[in-house]
């Protein structure tokens, strides 16, 4: 079983992550991504993911991704650890709690 918040966005073009992840210090983690999101570019949907499954992107520029873009969230998963951490894939409740995540 998984854990987790989730949220339900609008159905549109925006910038929903950055809005649901900025009230956290976004540049203090490695993010883990995967999921499915589209950039938009000139008002058109283009082919460009957000981000790839699996891959850990840095904080700073994961902020900056989220923040500088427009785009169209399917589905995300994404787990944060802090710097200095192992950076693992949590499937389970018991690999959560024996994580940095």
Same mark, same amino acid.
């Given at each position: 079983?998984?854990?987790? %918040?989730?949220?339900?966005?609008? #159905? /549109?073009?925006?910038?929903?992550?950055?809005? !649901?992840?900025?009230?956290?210090?976004? &540049? =203090?983690?490695?993010?883990?991504?995967?999921?499915?999101?589209?950039?938009? %570019?000139?008002?058109?949907?283009? #082919? /460009?993911?957000?981000?790839?499954?699996?891959? !850990?992107?840095?904080?700073?520029?994961? &902020? =900056?991704?989220?923040?500088?873009?427009?785009?169209?969230?399917?589905?995300?998963?994404?787990?944060?650890?802090?710097?200095?951490?192992?950076?693992?894939?949590?499937?389970?409740?018991?690999?959560?709690?024996?994580?940095?995540?």
């Amino acid at each position: 079983m998984k854990r987790g %918040v989730s949220f339900q966005i609008p #159905n /549109e073009y925006g910038n929903y992550l950055w809005r !649901i992840l900025q009230p956290l210090e976004i &540049a =203090n983690y490695m993010w883990q991504t995967s999921g499915e999101s589209y950039v938009v %570019v000139d008002g058109e949907l283009d #082919n /460009e993911e957000l981000f790839n499954d699996y891959a !850990i992107v840095e904080g700073t520029d994961f &902020a =900056n991704r989220l923040k500088t873009n427009q785009y169209y969230t399917i589905f995300v998963e994404l787990q944060a650890f802090p710097f200095g951490k192992t950076v693992n894939q949590v499937r389970t409740y018991e690999e959560f709690i024996d994580s940095d995540c």
